[in-house]
């Protein structure tokens, strides 16, 4: 079946400008996550969407970070007012629920701010 | 706190030499443990986990690893590489504390080069 996917592959934006980022999960899967992935950083956590609702938003950095899920299936993540230390390869995965569960990550897009 | 602890950021091996991914985690009333494996250019996908049970885990393409309580650790090991084990490992950890479940804490990672 189909993996988790995520658009676009790659981003180049200008410093300032907004970004969207959108997740597509496996099928029938509950559980959704954003992860950053920065060189030298390794992954971080953004946030955790249990079905439409965010219970973990302890991850994302800044108030110019949001996102959300609509019809417990597709997700994006916003960036405002992007800044250079924004680029970094953006991760989303899924898994069926939560806890103990395998995370299935899609392949990710690589934000690059000017 | 760092939770998870990657000592190793690169590991240069040769062919068919046995190989082992350092990971300790910091200590917990309970954890759940995770081996991911991003080849290039690819998504993380993952290798093995620990939950319960046994404390040697047998993963894909030949990996296993060791849940050791006593040293924290979770070491990742392979007896013999191939070249498309050349990949970045992460570990990783859910940490519980009084019945209350974290998130995937991610390690650095490593970087396993293996070479003809």
């Not at chain 2, 290039?40 to 040697?56: C, D, E, H, I």
């Not at chain 2, 084990?85 to 950890?93: I, P």
Request: aromatic share 12%.
């Amino acid at each position: 079946g189909a993996g988790v996917s995520q658009s676009p592959s790659n981003k180049v934006t200008e410093k300032g400008k907004d970004v969207e980022l959108r997740c597509d999960p496996i099928s029938g899967h509950t559980a959704l996550y954003w992860y950053r992935q920065s060189l030298g950083q390794g992954l971080e956590f953004l946030i955790y969407f249990q079905g439409n609702s965010a219970p973990d938003k302890s991850g994302l950095p800044s108030d110019r970070f949001s996102a959300e899920r609509t019809g417990g299936s597709v997700s994006t993540l916003k960036i405002q007012r992007t800044q250079q230390e924004d680029s970094a390869v953006y991760l989303c995965a899924s898994s069926p629920g939560r806890f103990q569960e395998t995370q299935y990550f899609g392949p990710g897009t690589r934000l690059l701010v000017l | 706190a760092q939770s998870v602890t990657q000592l190793d950021s690169q590991v240069p091996v040769f062919e068919e030499a046995p190989v082992e991914l350092r990971c300790n985690y910091s200590s917990s009333v309970s954890v759940y443990l995770f081996w991911y494996v991003q080849y290039p250019n690819q998504g993380l996908q993952l290798l093995l986990k620990y939950l319960s049970g046994s404390t040697l885990v047998k993963g894909i393409n030949g990996f296993e690893a060791e849940f050791n309580k006593s040293q924290t650790s979770f070491h990742l090991r392979k007896p013999s590489v191939h070249i498309s084990d050349t990949a970045e490992y992460f570990c990783a950890v859910i940490l519980t504390y009084g019945g209350s479940q974290g998130n995937l804490i991610f390690g650095k990672g490593t970087k396993l080069s293996v070479k003809p």
